[in-house]
Antibody, heavy 119, light 106 residues
Framework: QVQLVQSGAEVKMPGASVKVSCKASGSTFDNYYIHWLRQAPAQGLEWMGIINPSGGDSSYAQKFQDRVTMTRDTSTSTVYMELSSLTSDDTAVYYC????????????WGQGTLVTVSS | DIQMTQSPSSLSASVGDRVTITCRAS??????LNWYQQKPGKAPKLLIY???SLQSGVPSRFSGSGSGTDFTLTISSLQPEDFATYYC????????FGQGTRLDIK
């Protein structure tokens, strides 16, 4: 059964970039997509984008189009989400989540990574 | 983007109560509607997919219904572990979530 394990909490200065990892254990990079979402403190869930780990192709929400990059390393079954030009509004818990090909729901989710942007 | 509106935003109930949460989409989304439960400090957990299919391992007291624009999540008899925040999510087009319904103990 696949598990998604994310990297640890980060504290960044405004204007910096952050790179969060999501490692899939118990499964190869076949037949699913990885999505990234975030949740600001006491707020709802926001979708950021999707990457196909086997092919490497990705698509981003328009809001993040100019400053997010999603990549993968097939040798370690790890996907990455890098967000640049951080502001305090980017303070949030960032999640990765799996969607199987031909499915339309998120399961499982990573445990979340808190990114704090503060001077 | 499709707007998802949940009601109520918060709800107080007692163990054993029957609870219904509603989710309305701003346009028709067929049955591309999923429900998640989130507890404080934890990632969301899938409960219902495709509007009415129960995810494996989820207790049968949870059920979902609806299609088109109007959907409901029902918990038939609340258990102590059910007090959490619930989100609906549409996957018909660019993914969006409802604002959440916080369910707490009366």
């Amino acid at each position: 059964q696949v598990q998604l394990v994310q990297s640890g909490a980060e504290v960044k200065m405004p204007g910096a970039s952050v790179k969060v990892s999501c490692k899939a254990s118990g499964s190869t990079f076949d037949n699913y997509y990885i999505h990234w979402l975030r949740q600001a403190p006491a707020q709802g869930l926001e979708w950021m984008g999707i990457i196909n780990p086997s092919g490497g192709d990705s698509s981003y929400a328009q809001k993040f189009q100019d400053r997010v990059t999603m990549t993968r390393d097939t040798s370690t079954s790890t996907v990455y989400m890098e967000l640049s030009s951080l502001t305090s509004d980017d303070t949030a818990v960032y999640y990765c989540a799996r969607v199987m090909f031909r499915d339309h729901w998120f399961d499982p989710w990573g445990q979340g990574t808190l990114v704090t942007v503060s001077s | 983007d499709i707007q998802m509106t949940q009601s109520p935003s918060s709800l107080s109930a007692s163990v054993g109560d029957r609870v219904t949460i509603t989710c309305r989409a701003s346009q028709i989304i067929s049955s591309y509607l999923n429900w998640y439960q989130q507890k404080p400090g934890k990632a969301p957990k899938l409960l219902i997919y495709g509007a009415s299919s129960l995810q494996s391992g989820v207790p049968s007291r949870f059920s979902g219904s609806g299609s088109g624009t109007d959907f409901t999540l029902t918990i038939s008899s609340l258990q102590p572990e059910d007090f959490a925040t619930y989100y609906c999510q549409q996957s018909y087009s660019t993914i969006t979530f409802g604002q959440g319904t916080r369910l707490d103990i009366k």
